[in-house]
Nanobody, 127 residues
């Protein structure tokens, strides 16, 4: 059974930074896609960033240059470094995974491709 556990959320002022972590257990696949999605009440999941086993990453346009997705394969941890955060980026951030290869951009744009979700970690950005 795959479990994804996020941490690192919190409250920051606009312009601040946070690093989210996602610890993946029971995830031993050599081909996979993982990513970060965010959601605010009443809205659909929005893809933030994704990466697959090739190491290629994809970002939403508004996050390009400010967010960095990375992975520590030895520790089975996925990270999301978020810099210069904006108040409108306040949301619940979810770690997500699928145990097969997918184009990183396709995975990020399609929450329906996610097979495993974490419980989420709240990020609040104040102005």
């Amino acid at each position: 059974q795959v479990h994804l556990v996020e941490s690192g959320g919190g409250s920051v002022q606009a312009g601040g930074s946070l690093r989210l972590s996602c610890a993946a257990s029971g995830f031993t696949y050599s081909t996979y896609c993982m990513g970060w999605f965010r959601q605010t009440p009443g809205k659909e999941h929005e893809g933030v960033a994704a990466i697959n086993n090739s190491g290629r990453a994809d970002y939403a346009d508004s996050m390009q240059g400010r967010f960095t997705i990375s992975q520590d394969n030895a520790k089975n941890i996925l990270y999301l470094q978020m810099n210069n955060l904006k108040p409108e980026e306040t949301a619940m951030y979810y770690c997500a995974a699928r145990d097969e290869y997918y184009n990183e951009g396709s995975f990020r744009r399609n929450p329906g491709l996610v097979r495993y979700w974490g419980q989420g970690t709240q990020v609040t950005v104040s102005s």
